[in-house]
Every structure is written in C-alpha cells, then in structure tokens.
C-alpha cells in the first residue's frame, strides 16, 4: 500500500515566522512531489512541485526533498495570515502519473 | 496551467436521483481524473477518465455508481448515480501533469438530501 503520510495539525506559528510542513512517503518509487494549498471551500492550488533531491525556492517557499529519507518538507517563510490553509502533499509514481496524497496539514498563521 | 471550467459548482439532489458533473478544459490534456472530498478530509481519487476507452475506477468505485464519459481530450463528465446522503461531498476532475504539476477545476459540492 503506497501511502503518503503528513501531521494533520494544526501547526500554528506567529507571523513572520518560517513554518515548517513535512511529509513521508512510502514508495520508493515515486519520482515527483506535489504541494498545494487549500483553503476551506475552495479546490487545491499547487504551490510547488519537486523530483530532484535538494532544495528547491520560489520567492518565500522552499521545497525540500530527500529520497534516501523518503521525506518531503515544504518551508514558508515570512508566513502571513494569508498562509493560513491546509497544505496537500502528493506524490507521483513513475508512469503511473495519478496521485498518492496526505491527509493534509491544517497551517494557521496568527496576527 | 491549463483552466478547467466545472460545472455545476453546488447542487442539492434527493435521493435516488443522479447528477451529471461536468469538466470543460480549454486545451488538450491527456489525463483527467475525479476525485471525492469529504468535508475535512484529505482527496480521494475515484478514476482517471481515458479518451477512447473506459475510465481506470479506483478500490472502491465502480462504472455503475460513477459512470465517466470522456469523448475527446478536452472534455469529461462524472455522473454519481442513483445518489443517498453518504454521496454528499466535493467532487473535483483535475488535469495533469502539464509540466508544472496537476491543475483542479473549482469543484461541485453536491449535498443529497
């Protein structure tokens, strides 16, 4: 059974501060990874996707991935109360090109 | 990213009736897939729709309940079938990959009352 696996939550962190979101995943053979970020009542919007192992930035947000630990992290920093949602990570397997997902990480960013 | 356009965006149907999502695409895609949110909960994929074959049903779903149709590569419908409260959710189709990662269309919620 091929599982991705994320800390529900609720993470809670002050803004300004770097908000750190991980995941784990099961199948070894999983090439590529998703995050996105849903807000309540609305559809998930992709945030950043990663396949090689390193870091990988876009403006406050840094993916991280290390396959030898079979985690992935996603870093906010400079969190803003807009951060506040839930945070989807996804993996993709190979040819298989549908999606294994967490359960969600509920963010929530305070004033 | 490719746009998708979901249609309807919320319905309330009775029981025993069947409602018919649509997913328009405004460029050709490869891969569509359905998925199910229950409120809180993480996605859960149902199937991933074909051109010119059937839809692939995840454990769990089969063609008679959720009867998928995908006559090109820019189009597909998902009908939940002869519906009872337990059907009430979010359904979403999402595209992808496009290069950039997997795109969703803004989903129905369907309350079956």
């Known amino acids: 059974q091929k599982e991705v696996e994320q800390n529900s939550g609720p993470l809670s962190v002050p803004e300004g501060a770097i908000a750190s979101l991980n995941c784990t995943y099961s199948d070894r053979g999983s090439q590529s990874f998703f995050w996105y970020r849903q807000y309540s009542g609305k559809s998930p919007e992709l945030i950043m996707f990663?396949?090689s192992n390193g870091d990988k930035e876009d403006g406050r947000f840094t993916a991280q991935l290390n396959k030898a630990s079979q985690y992935v992290s996603l870093l906010i920093r400079d969190s803003q109360p807009s951060d506040s949602a839930t945070y989807l990570c996804a993996g993709n397997a190979g040819n298989n090109r549908k999606l294994i997902w967490g359960l969600g990480t509920s963010l929530a960013v305070n004033p | 990213s490719a746009v998708i356009s979901q249609k309807p965006s919320r319905d309330i149907c009775q029981r025993g009736t069947s409602l018919t999502i649509q997913c328009q695409v405004d460029?050709?895609?490869?891969?569509m897939f359905w998925y199910r949110q229950q409120p809180g909960q993480s996605l859960t994929l149902i199937a991933t729709a074909n051109q010119g074959s059937e839809a692939t049903y995840e454990s769990g779903f089969v063609i008679d309940k959720f009867p998928i149709s995908r006559p090109n590569l820019t189009f597909s419908t998902l009908t939940v079938s002869n519906m009872s409260p337990e059907d009430s959710s979010i359904y979403l189709c999402?595209?992808?990959?496009?290069?950039?990662?997997?795109?969703f269309g803004s989903g129905t919620r369907l309350t079956v009352v």
């Open positions: 460029s050709q895609v490869t891969m």
């Open positions: 990663i396949y």
């Open positions: 999402s595209v992808g990959p496009e290069g950039y990662g997997y795109t």
